[in-house]
């Protein structure tokens, strides 16, 4: 129904995360390049924070808008959607090592048996971070916010574990937390190791930088 509406032009467009047109990136002139990159150009806003931070999060349907939160902090995005590749592992462990500093995961996740284990498998496999929150979803948040549990899954293997840890085998997306929930949560976190006053001074940096070009 919405497709025809689109067609139509009655209803707004929806994103495809999942294909897109690969071509590339050309320009019309120097002048339309120079353009372009005054316009995109940021300088690194995390260099000199005293350690790395990571947004986590398991759905890959939540990077938008955590993008739309975080976004002017530079702060990479790790959308795990399900138990991670190698390859991703490494990526984010080659990606932390090269900052020479502290990395800290600040997380959030469905609470259910592989929603508790996703996070636990990828943080060993990473072998990366030195500190690791997890903002949500836990148990108390589940009764505190009155979110909606599913039956969970007895055939998920993990499932035993949950059950011997919270007395019950349920399943609650993180979808289910109220988005300002969400958004403050992972806002206090980053705001204990956040220092903004060296992101205004970077800040000033990038100003300069970019009225250069």
């Not at 372009?36 to 990077?63: C, F, M, N, P």
């Not at 990479?76 to 990395?103: H, K, M, N, W």
Request: glycine share 6%; charged share 30%; net charge negative.
């Amino acid at each position: 129904m919405t497709a025809v509406a689109r067609r139509n032009g009655e209803f707004p467009d929806l994103i495809d995360t999942t294909r897109w047109i690969h071509q590339p990136l050309a320009f019309a002139s120097a002048e339309q390049a120079l353009a372009w990159l005054r316009q995109s150009y940021r300088h690194d806003r995390t260099e000199t924070q005293a350690v790395s931070l990571y947004i986590g999060v398991k759905k890959r349907g939540l990077v938008l808008q955590l993008e739309s939160w975080f976004d002017r902090l530079g702060v990479p995005i790790l959308p795990l959607g399900g138990y991670v590749s190698e390859s991703f592992a490494t990526e984010v462990r080659r990606d932390a090592e090269s900052q020479e500093r502290s990395a800290v995961l600040v997380y959030a996740g469905d609470f259910d048996p592989s929603g508790e284990d996703i996070d636990r498998d990828f943080i060993e496999r990473a072998g990366c971070f030195d500190e690791v929150v997890r903002v949500a979803l836990m148990a108390e948040q589940v009764t505190e916010y009155d979110l909606p549990p599913q039956l969970g899954k007895a055939s998920d293997s993990r499932a035993s574990a949950f059950m011997r840890k919270h007395g019950t085998l349920v399943q609650v997306e993180l979808d289910a937390l109220p988005p300002d929930v969400l958004r403050r949560l992972y806002q206090e976190a980053i705001d204990r190791y956040w220092d903004a006053t060296q992101f205004d001074a970077v800040m000033q940096t990038e100003l300069v930088e970019r009225r250069k070009l």
